[in-house]
């Protein structure tokens, strides 16, 4: 056979040259391909859509709330007065083995590896092999025994644990703390009977975009957003697993910053003050009919301090406030909007105090305007025939002014007046008198008129 192409073939084709295939042969592999294409794009966009293929047949999943059969109620439960998901059928498929039939490490290693590990399968037959929809809620578990207009939302508890203060700006003013954020509510579809899957209590879904409306998402989330924000959560904190329990409780704990818009107060006293700052989370879509903030934590605080060996600040302006440096409260504003008529808004506010190294205020400020001023005043002892009192005059204001322009670049540009302001407003006057006396000194030490009594000396005189 001749083979004499008139131009270079594209690499891509080289597979189908030469002499070992045919034209049928070439056609048939090009449908072929074109048919994979075709099959992957539409397995793709059906799992975009939600609706996700399963990999393998059903595993059976017989949703007991314990190894024994019995109710496992833990504390989330307990607070918020609600009863464990019910048990529901799942799909027919093998069950898991126990611990005694996967005693073969190589047995181990294979099912890990043909995906037919317990966690693997759980996870698959949580959220894969369901039609389970990440941007919705049976909200009707949440409702379940509660009277028509007095319904509340799923329980959200709110824990956040306050790690250091990383920077504040009075200026904007914007408050910078690293926390670790955590929330913690049930989803009833997420149970299941640990003994189905080889006594496994608890795994592990992937949140993406800061919550369960993201890309790359497994599970529904809450929608807490900061609402006096200067950055909002989905940016600001870290993307992390959920941890979930064999319950259907869920416990999702994100590191990363908390920067807040605030409406400082306390800085009337600057620089011996102590800020407070209120940051306000609450669910930006859901009313309280569908969400309901509970305070989190062992104690039912809602927040945390410490807690690590890198928590706290050294060699920092701000600290938190040694005595209450948090407080934490429910509020619920009144129906508003066309959205929720029927039921209020709850959110739950953090009010952070923070108190202010104020040392280096006074070594390099306070007592430097002190000083400034008993220079001012030393003129007076100075001779007007020495030409350095002048000097002296001028140099103790323009120091004074200096360093009250320095103090200015801390202090936001308010009609409000604070300590320091009022006490280098007073220290600046005394620069400026003392000036002033040194002029009107001077003057008359120089002057060579034959009356030294002033015109208004005189006018008085004779007013008089």
């Known amino acids: 056979m001749n083979f004499a192409p008139t131009r270079k073939r594209p690499r891509t084709a080289s597979m189908f040259s030469g002499h070992h295939f045919t034209t049928p042969w070439k056609i048939a592999l090009l449908l072929s391909c074109c048919?994979?294409?075709?099959?992957?794009?539409?397995?793709?966009?059906?799992?975009?859509?939600?609706?996700r293929r399963a990999r393998r047949p059903p595993f059976p999943a017989n949703r007991m709330h314990g190894v024994d059969g019995t109710v496992n109620t833990n504390s989330y439960f307990e607070r918020n007065g609600m009863k464990p998901?019910?048990?529901?059928?799942?799909?027919?498929?093998?069950?898991?083995?126990?611990?005694?039939?996967?005693?073969?490490?190589?047995?181990?290693?294979?099912?890990?590896?043909?995906?037919?590990?317990?966690?693997?399968?759980?996870?698959?037959?949580?959220?894969?092999?369901?039609?389970?929809?990440?941007?919705?809620?049976?909200?009707?578990?949440?409702?379940?025994g509660k009277l028509e207009g007095n319904l509340t939302g799923v329980p959200v508890q709110v824990d956040v644990n306050f790690h250091s203060v990383y920077s504040v700006n009075t200026i904007n003013p914007v408050l910078d703390l690293i926390v670790w954020f955590g929330l913690t509510?049930?989803?009833?579809?997420?149970?299941?009977?640990?003994?189905?899957?080889?006594?496994?209590?608890?795994?592990?879904?992937?949140?993406?975009?800061?919550?369960?409306?993201?890309?790359?998402?497994?599970?529904?989330?809450?929608?807490?957003?900061?609402?006096?924000?200067?950055?909002?959560?989905?940016?600001?904190?870290?993307?992390?697993?959920?941890?979930?329990?064999?319950?259907?409780?869920?416990?999702?704990s994100r590191p990363g910053h908390l920067r807040p818009a605030c409406k400082f107060t306390g800085l009337e006293k600057f620089p011996f003050d102590h800020l407070s700052c209120t940051i306000e989370l609450g669910s930006w879509s859901y009313s309280g009919k569908y969400v309901s903030l509970v305070k989190g934590g062992e104690d039912q605080s809602g927040f945390s301090t410490g807690?690590?060996?890198t928590a706290g600040e050294s060699y920092h302006e701000f600290s938190f406030a040694q005595d209450n440096p948090i407080t934490?409260?429910?509020?619920?504003?009144?129906?508003?909007?066309?959205?929720?008529p029927e039921s209020g808004w709850p959110v739950i506010l953090y009010n952070v105090t923070l108190e202010r190294s104020w040392q280096p205020y006074a070594r390099g400020y306070i007592y430097q305007q002190v000083l400034i001023s008993i220079i001012g005043f030393s003129t007076f002892w100075l001779p007007p025939s020495c030409g350095e009192?002048?000097?002296?005059?001028?140099?103790?204001?323009?120091?004074?002014?200096?360093?009250?322009?320095?103090?200015?670049?801390?202090i936001p540009q308010a009609r409000e007046l604070t300590w320091f302001q009022k006490f280098s407003m007073m220290t600046s006057m005394f620069t400026f008198l003392a000036l002033i006396e040194s002029v009107a000194v001077l003057h008359f030490f120089y002057s060579k008129s034959d009356n030294m009594v002033p015109n208004v000396r005189r006018l008085l005189l004779l007013l008089s």
Not at 389 to 407: E, F, H, P, Q, Y
């Open 35 to 51: 048919a994979n294409d075709a099959t992957n794009h539409v397995i793709q966009g059906e799992r975009a859509a939600g609706h």
């Open 85 to 144: 998901p019910p048990p529901i059928p799942r799909s027919s498929r093998r069950r898991a083995q126990t611990s005694n039939e996967t005693n073969d490490l190589v047995s181990i290693i294979a099912d890990a590896k043909n995906g037919d590990d317990p966690n693997t399968r759980l996870r698959h037959d949580l959220v894969w092999n369901t039609l389970y929809d990440r941007n919705s809620y049976p909200w009707e578990y949440a409702w379940h």
């Open 185 to 252: 509510w049930v989803d009833p579809r997420l149970t299941w009977n640990p003994q189905d899957y080889g006594n496994h209590t608890k795994t592990w879904f992937w949140i993406d975009g800061g919550n369960g409306a993201g890309e790359m998402s497994e599970i529904w989330t809450p929608d807490i957003e900061l609402w006096n924000l200067e950055e909002g959560l989905s940016s600001s904190l870290e993307d992390a697993n959920a941890a979930v329990n064999y319950d259907g409780t869920v416990y999702w």
């Open 307 to 309: 807690g690590s060996v």
């Open 328 to 340: 934490c409260e429910l509020h619920t504003y009144p129906p508003f909007g066309a959205n929720s």
């Open 389 to 410: 009192r002048m000097g002296l005059s001028i140099t103790a204001m323009l120091a004074s002014i200096a360093s009250d322009i320095v103090i200015a670049t801390n």
